[in-house]
């Protein structure tokens, strides 16, 4: 399994913005797709956004089109998503997960991924 370190989660108002980073320290994530996830209590794990292996494709989640936005750097061995005009009902917890991949680049949003992150909490509150 691959370690994966989730960060850059907090406290924001609504309309503001967060980066979260999901790391594989000393990992290449080249031939990984990644898939951030949410969870809120009472609620299933959601797929939020993907990135395929090398970064080829992505995929977002109705609701964040046009506001997250996931990119990758592979020399750091890290993904990221940025999140902009953030919304209360985005408040959640944020798991990055990583999934390797032998196929066509194509990322998915269910969560059926091999390796999970601790996750970082996200707020949305004013």
């Known amino acids: 399994q691959l370690q994966l370190v989730e960060s850059g989660g907090g406290l924001v108002q609504p309309g503001g913005s967060l980066r979260l980073a999901c790391e594989a320290p000393?990992?290449?994530?080249?031939?990984?797709?990644i898939g951030w996830f949410r969870q809120v209590p009472g609620k299933e794990r959601e797929g939020v956004s993907c990135?395929?292996?090398?970064?080829?494709?992505?995929g977002y989640v109705d609701d964040v089109k046009g506001r997250f936005t996931i990119s990758s750097d592979y020399a750091k061995n890290t993904v990221y998503l940025q999140m902009n005009s953030l919304k209360p009902e985005d408040t959640g917890v944020y798991y990055c997960?990583?999934?390797?991949?032998?196929?066509?680049?194509?990322?998915?949003?269910?969560?059926?991924?091999?390796?999970w992150g601790q996750g970082t909490l996200v707020t949305v509150s004013s």
């Open positions: 990135i395929s292996k090398r970064g080829i494709t992505t």
């Open positions: 997960a990583a999934d390797f991949n032998r196929g066509p680049p194509i990322c998915t949003l269910l969560p059926r991924h091999g390796s």
């Open positions: 000393g990992h290449t994530l080249d031939y990984y797709d």
